[in-house]
């Protein structure tokens, strides 16, 4: 088997600070245009404030785990950081991120994502309202 | 040096709600099986309560995880997560899992698991007492 | 393409209990090395009281992260974890490293780290004073 390669960027612009988007379709769609069969996706976010994570695609869960990061990691007080004294207000964004998650590596097995059976894959914004991208990696045969 | 690529499930029924496992010596079976050198070896939970981590083989230190995630999110009160609401009362175990992580990748050097001296592979269960799988992917030369 | 791969260990030894080491020149340099143009690089700590992470190169995060760890975590009291009965001291370290990662997987595309405008990757330390390592490795075309 030779060794294929193939890298697409996601983009997205998530209004409001936080929200979650699954990316499965355009993971998949990307996995179909590199044409490798046996071999590693790697998906991460390329910002900072950001995650990439896998898990169930279900609104009740998403409300908890916006609860949830809130509670680990406020986004008030914002002088409570003293990253902020930078003249962002994103402190909490990093910390939220770091329980996220950067990226995710899914085995890819004869052409497809090789998933359990709810395994979806999930941009996290934690400072949204701007554009931000997500990297899809694939290496494979 | 051709690309190879290896893939094996691990299958597990952890009784009661949480538990660890340490599997590395079946991730090192696989690895043999395999007959990889030089790679990248994949092992991740199919599934979204559970995860798969590197750390101490030590009881006290798992104890002390228990404790903590329980801590981080308690499972009590069910009722306290939106996702429950579907009628799962496992909200509290898809937050641990994210604490904990979903997978690894671990070196593959002169065909061995390239650790450190205390790096032992688990898996991690959050919501136990079913069937469920994780997931080896290796591949390289 | 024929698959390369390529080792490189780095080593450490931070003053004090906890600290965070900006090592994204030597994994640039470790890239260049291994003359990979496309392909994935796995960056890994061997200790488990230790993580490898990207995030932004600004000491007031820095402290934040600190502050925010020590919080999840806490280093006191020593004897509120089982694991500590070990003779060591460490156990929060154990905690605070699965919150900020073991490894980080890096896209490497046209002999570069495809990183976005901020990641830089870094060494955590949180049980320091004593020579510990990471992991660089390389495989691609």
Not at 58 to 68: A, F, I, P, Q
Request: hydrophobic residues 40%.
């Amino acid at each position: 088997m030779v060794l294929k390669s193939y890298r697409k960027e996601l983009w997205f612009e998530v209004p409001g600070r936080r929200g979650f988007v699954n990316i499965t379709p355009q993971v998949e769609s990307a996995l179909r245009e590199s044409g490798v069969r046996e071999g590693l996706c790697l998906v991460n976010a390329m910002h900072i404030t950001a995650s990439v994570f896998i898990n169930d695609d279900e609104s009740g869960l998403h409300h908890d785990y916006d609860v949830w990061l809130e509670k680990l990691a406020p986004h008030e007080p914002v002088a409570g950081y003293r990253h902020n004294r930078t003249g962002e207000d994103n402190a909490d964004a990093h910390m939220k991120r770091q329980v996220m998650g950067r990226e995710v590596v899914v085995a890819i097995t004869d052409g497809k994502l090789d998933f359990g059976p709810w395994e979806q894959i999930f941009y996290g914004e934690f400072d949204g309202g701007r554009r931000k991208r997500a990297l899809i990696k694939i290496i494979g045969a």
